[in-house]
């Protein structure tokens, strides 16, 4: 409970303060400022629309665990959950950011992907009761506010830029970061594979159980593959 209070506060005031942000912008040419400012606008939207799924998520399981709901209610809640994240997620491919600002949507958008990813785990510890998931679960949502906390701080770097910006100098955005931290959470993911599916001894218990790890494995490559800049 604590813990889900603790979640919901982090992403409460990331949120705010792009809000406060995106209301501080200041655009040389008229153009630009009126762009900006649609920008800004559905940026904010769309973190506030991420809070407030969040923030319902959580709550809707503290319901269950006081019994106010049952589990099959709680299931088809985080069913719709899950939709309404997938669609919040593809409002950031529609976005129209100012160059210097793209690399923190990137970010943002990442953020939100792998908290959906974290959802996910976690719907499946509340449906089967595997503890694995819930660990996933929390690694990932962890994940999510490290990618959160730099899409912010490209935010506000950018945002310190803006009144030197040319739009005809193109902005390349520091992979750098980003694509270590990919790697790093791949190899986080495949650690996990190799915990859940391997015994003692490093060593499969059956065939299937390797085709299991096989398949893990492979997942952790192909999210590290899709992320990679």
Request: charged share 30%; proline share 2%.
């Amino acid at each position: 409970m604590k813990k889900n209070k603790i979640q919901n506060i982090t992403i409460a005031v990331i949120a705010i303060l792009i809000i406060g942000g995106i209301i501080g912008y200041n655009y040389s040419a008229d153009q630009t400022k009126q762009k900006g400012f649609q920008f800004g606008n559905e940026l904010a939207q769309i973190q506030q629309d991420v809070t407030e799924l969040q923030v319902k998520f959580y709550s809707e399981k503290t319901k269950w665990d006081e019994g106010d709901i049952s589990k099959e209610e709680l299931l088809k809640y985080y069913e719709e959950h899950l939709s309404k994240f997938e669609q919040i997620i593809s409002r950031y491919d529609k976005l129209t950011p100012p160059e210097l600002f793209k690399s923190s949507v990137e970010l943002f958008k990442i953020s939100s992907e792998t908290q959906l990813e974290s959802d996910l785990e976690f719907i499946k510890w509340i449906t089967t009761g595997d503890e694995s998931a819930k660990i996933r679960s929390d690694t990932q949502i962890q994940e999510a506010y490290e990618y959160e906390n730099l899409g912010l701080a490209e935010f506000q770097t950018a945002k310190k830029g803006i009144k030197n910006f040319d739009e005809s100098e193109k902005f390349s955005a520091p992979q750098k970061g980003i694509k270590q931290k990919v790697i790093q959470i791949s190899e986080n993911m495949k650690n996990e594979c190799e915990l859940e599916f391997k015994n003692e001894l490093s060593e499969f218990d059956s065939k299937e159980i390797e085709i299991q790890w096989f398949n893990c494995f492979n997942e952790a490559e192909k999210w590290k593959n899709d992320h990679l800049p």
